[in-house]
């Protein structure tokens, strides 16, 4: 028996009445409710490094998004804390954004990330959307750090920056400590 289907409204209503034999969830999208998102975007937004890799977003608050490298849906429809996620502010426009962080970051000691790992280190200029910074490398799990020769000189995006930390304590005349709560946000973003 076949059935003449002319419009995507149409396609819609056939499957929908079949659902009942089906684990998939068929949802429409009418043109003002893609108007209403349209219009609720703002005009600048942040950069969102990685996008390739981004497998979860969530948004549970207007103007933020959760998202991560690793999909778990065991708190659906909540995210879960299975793995680490990343949340990103659309509520200042990125011009903001980089005009204060440029006023303020250079010569600041940093947390950054850089492949799910925190690094320790002294932003050298302020780019667009990006900033370089010098890391320093640390002993083992411990908190020690030293600049490593030679220097360790990357480019983060700006979202990579975890925190902004006061400079490392001296701990011997080879290496420096954070203070203890730098520690504790290094600690945690390990």
Known sequence: MGVDIQTPEEFYRFLKERQASSKIKFFWVCEEDIRKYDESVPEVV????GTMGIHQILSTEPGTIL?????CFCSRPDICQCYKTTMIS???SSAE???NVQQDLTGKFVIVRYEEQPFVGQVLQVFDEELEVSCMQQLGSKNAFTWPHPEDVTFYYHTDVLKIISEPEPLNSRHTRLNNADWDCFSRAA
């Open 46 to 49: 942040p950069l969102v490094k």
């Open 97 to 99: 954004a980089s005009v």
């Open 90 to 92: 659309f509520r200042t």
């Open 67 to 71: 998202h991560r490298e690793l999909s």
